[in-house]
Nanobody, 116 residues
């Protein structure tokens, strides 16, 4: 059974930092590109960051460039999202998935709330 379990979210003040983790199981993690996707309240899914299978190439949506860093540890089947200089508009539920996303792989996500 495929599982993607996101963690690390929480409430943080503007300008703060959080590190999200996504633990994967049930598939060959190391051969898949992975991504982080978020959904803000009342809005649709927004792709945020992606990383190739080996971890050597990353990409980010313009709104998070210079602030968010995606990384992975294939030995631990885990992908991370380091989020710095957080803004209120980063408030969302954050999900990880393969890139492109696999419909049946969505996990429960982790809530990130940026508020004074």
């Amino acid at each position: 059974e495929v599982q993607l379990v996101e963690s690390g979210g929480g409430l943080v003040q503007p300008g703060g930092s959080l590190r999200l983790s996504c633990a994967a199981s049930g598939f060959t993690f190391s051969i898949y590109a992975m991504s982080w996707v978020r959904q803000a309240p009342g809005k649709g899914l927004e792709w945020v960051s992606a990383i190739d299978s080996g971890g050597g190439r990353t990409s980010n949506v313009d709104s998070v460039k210079g602030r968010f860093t995606i990384s992975r540890d294939n030995a631990k089947n885990t992908v991370y999202l380091q989020m710095n200089s957080l803004k209120p508009e980063d408030t969302a539920v954050y999900y990880c998935n393969t890139n492109p996303a696999t419909a049946s792989y969505w996990g429960q996500g982790t809530q990130v709330t940026v508020s004074p």
